[in-house]
DNA sequence: TTCCAGGGATATA
DNA sequence: TATATCCATGGA
C-alpha cells in the first residue's frame, strides 16, 4: 500500500522546523483574517493562542517556530495535513487559480472554540485593526499573567466581567453581546459540539447572542474544522457579485450556492478568496 | 462629514 | 420567512 502523506516538519522539545514551506508561509496564515493575537517584530512574529505562545522566524528557506507547546502547535498549524492534495482539488475551478497561487501557504488553524466564539462576536462589523486591540486589551484586563503575555481569558474569567468591563475595552455595543453570550456559554460543552453535524452545530452556536450565521460559520471554520461551510463577510459578498454578476440573492443564499460548488472544501475556498480579493481592496 | 469594517438583534409585514 | 433600521468605534 503506497504512502501518500509525507511531514512537512520536524519537531524536537523546544521547536517545530518547516522544511516545506510551499503549503505554510507565515504572512499568509496570519494575515488570511482567522487569528487576531500576534505582533510583528522586526522579522518575527509572535503568536498568542489559548493560553501559549511562540515565535515565528523565517530562515534558510525553512520557517522555525520556537515554543514550549510544541505538540499544541502541531495542531495548532495544522501540520499533519495535506494542503497539496487540497490545493490541488481546487485549482481546478478556474476562479481559484490566482487566489490558490497568490495565498499558497494559508492553512487553516486548529484554533479554541470559546476564544473564537468570544473573537468573533467582537468582529461584528468591525475591522481587523480594531478586532485585534479589543481582544488584547480583553486579555490583559481577564486573561492569566503568563510573565511575558497574557493568557486569552477562561469563561470563569469572562463570566466575572460586566458590561462597563466590555466597554471599557472599545467593545461597543458588542459589551452586551459579549456578557450574555457568556453567561449561555455555562451551558455549553464545547468539545462534544465538535461531534455535531455542520447545520446542527450551527443551530447551537446561533442561539448565542451576538452570533449569527457568519460568525457561527467562521467558529466552526477555525475551530471546529468545519469545511462545508462559506462564510458570507463584506469581502466574500464582493466576490460572488463579481464571480456570478447577481448581488441580489442574501448572504445566506450566497452562502449556500458556494457551498453547492466547492462542497466539503468550501471553507478552504473561502479562505483563499477572501485573502485574495481583501488584498486587491475589491469594491462592488 | 460621511463611509466603512470578517454582522446581528429587533421590529414589522 | 423576508426586509429595514439601529447599533459603538475609529481610521480613511
Known amino acids: 500500500m503506497p504512502i ?3 511531514m512537512i516538519y520536524s519537531k524536537s522539545a523546544d ?3 518547516i522544511s516545506d514551506t510551499s503549503d505554510f508561509n507565515i504572512e499568509h496564515i496570519l494575515d488570511c483574517g482567522q487569528v487576531f493575537r500576534y505582533l510583528k517584530t522586526g522579522d ?3 503568536l498568542f493562542a489559548k493560553d501559549a505562545n511562540c515565535l515565528l522566524q523565517s530562515k534558510d528557506g525553512c520557517v ?4 514550549k507547546f510544541v505538540d499544541f502547535f502541531v495542531n495548532y498549524f495544522d501540520l499533519d495535513r495535506d494542503y497539496k492534495k487540497i490545493k490541488s482539488e481546487l485549482v481546478k475551478f478556474d476562479e481559484l487559480n490566482e487566489p490558490i497561487r497568490f495565498g499558497s501557504g494559508i492553512r487553516l488553524l486548529n484554533q479554541d472554540p470559546l476564544e473564537m466564539i468570544i473573537s468573533f462576536i467582537i468582529s461584528a462589523n468591525n475591522n481587523i485593526p480594531r478586532i485585534k486591540m479589543i481582544i488584547e486589551r480583553l486579555c490583559k484586563g481577564l486573561g492569566q499573567n503568563m510573565g511575558d503575555y497574557y493568557a486569552f481569558p477562561t469563561l470563569n474569567a469572562l463570566q466575572s466581567a460586566d458590561e462597563s468591563f466590555f466597554k471599557s475595552i472599545g467593545a461597543g455595543y458588542r459589551a452586551m453581546y459579549l456578557v450574555n453570550a457568556s453567561r449561555q456559554l455555562k451551558d455549553f460543552d464545547l468539545d462534544y459540539l465538535k461531534s455535531l453535524t455542520t447545520s446542527d452545530l450551527r443551530k447551537k452556536l446561533v442561539s448565542l447572542m451576538g452570533v449569527g450565521n457568519k460568525v ?3 467558529i466552526m471554520l477555525f475551530a471546529y474544522k ?3 461551510l462559506f462564510p458570507m463577510d463584506t469581502w466574500t459578498k464582493r466576490v460572488y457579485t463579481k464571480m456570478f454578476n447577481d448581488k441580489t440573492v442574501s448572504a445566506d443564499v450566497m452562502s449556500k450556492n458556494l457551498v453547492g460548488r466547492f462542497g466539503d472544501l468550501s471553507g ?3 479562505q483563499y478568496l477572501y485573502y485574495y ?6 469594491t462592488y
Not at 64 to 67: F, L, N, S, Y
Not at 277 to 282: A, E, G
Open 64 to 67: 522555525i517556530i520556537k515554543t
Open 15 to 17: 521547536k517545530i522546523i
Open 226 to 228: 468545519k469545511t462545508d
Open 268 to 270: 478552504y475556498a473561502q
Open 44 to 46: 518575527c512574529y509572535t
Open 4 to 6: 501518500t502523506y509525507y
Open 216 to 218: 457561527a460559520d467562521c
Open 277 to 282: 480579493f481583501r488584498s486587491l481592496k475589491l
